[in-house]
């Protein structure tokens, strides 16, 4: 298969795959630039927004299951993170966010 090297932002190219290689090229420099245009953000940003609204709000996940906190949106921390566990699919994650410290039923 052919490394495919185009531009993200033509009109009407949206693959989340290249978006996720541009993302993944800064593991080891979290803080390099990012060039992703914001349309194609915004694409991403509502791809991923489907994915979550059809999933179960009690979610049944595979054993073994990487719990982690709210990470108050530290890109870096995130970042880290991924490299000392592993990335999916070969990893199983489970993010809980705000329900952590701020949840009040918890």
Do not use: W
Not at 3 to 15: G, K, L, R, V
Not at 89 to 100: M, R, T
């Amino acid at each position: 298969m052919v490394e495919q090297d185009t531009p993200i932002d033509a009109p009407s190219e949206f693959n989340v795959d290249v978006i996720l290689k541009k993302f993944a090229k800064i593991f080891n420099t979290p803080s390099a630039p990012l060039e992703i245009p914001e349309s194609q953000l915004r694409k991403l940003c509502m791809a991923t927004r489907e994915v979550i609204m059809s999933q179960p709000a009690l979610p049944e996940l595979s054993a073994p299951v990487n719990i982690c906190g709210d990470l108050h949106g530290q890109f870096e921390d995130f970042i880290e993170q991924i490299k000392i566990v592993g990335t999916p699919p070969e990893q199983n994650y489970l993010f809980l966010g705000d329900y952590v410290d701020r949840c009040s039923a918890c």
